[in-house]
């Protein structure tokens, strides 16, 4: 089993930035790639961004010059720096772990005005 506790969202105004954390306990080692999903109020769940054990990264279009992933694997973190928010970044964004089995953690609310 692999546990996922997310952090750092909050209420911000567009254009501001805020980061994400991800931090993975358990059975990590069973972990491959790991993700950010986002769910907006009516809307599905979509990919964000996705990073492998090596480092190589995946982006949705609409946040691929704005947001950032990364992981620290001595800690076993993952991270979503988001740069420039939008309005429409509103929504409860969600750390998903690849292993064995699928995870996912219990989101943060990341608001953004206008």
């Known amino acids: 089993q692999v546990q996922l506790v997310e952090s750092g969202g909050g209420l911000v105004q567009a254009g501001e930035s805020l980061r994400l954390s991800c931090a993975a306990s358990?059975?990590?080692?069973?972990?491959?790639?790991m993700g950010w999903f986002r769910q907006a109020p009516g809307k599905q769940r979509e990919l964000v961004a996705t990073?492998?054990?090596?480092?190589?990264?995946n982006y949705e279009d609409s946040v691929k010059d704005r947001f950032t992933i990364s992981r620290d694997n001595a800690r076993n973190q993952v991270y979503l720096q988001m740069n420039s928010l939008k309005p429409e970044d509103t929504a409860v964004y969600y750390c998903?772990?690849?292993?064995?089995?699928?995870?996912w953690g219990q989101g943060t609310q990341v608001t953004v005005s206008s």
């Open positions: 358990g059975s990590i080692r069973s972990i491959n790639a």
């Open positions: 998903k772990a690849y292993g064995i089995s699928i995870y």
């Open positions: 990073i492998t054990r090596g480092g190589t990264t």
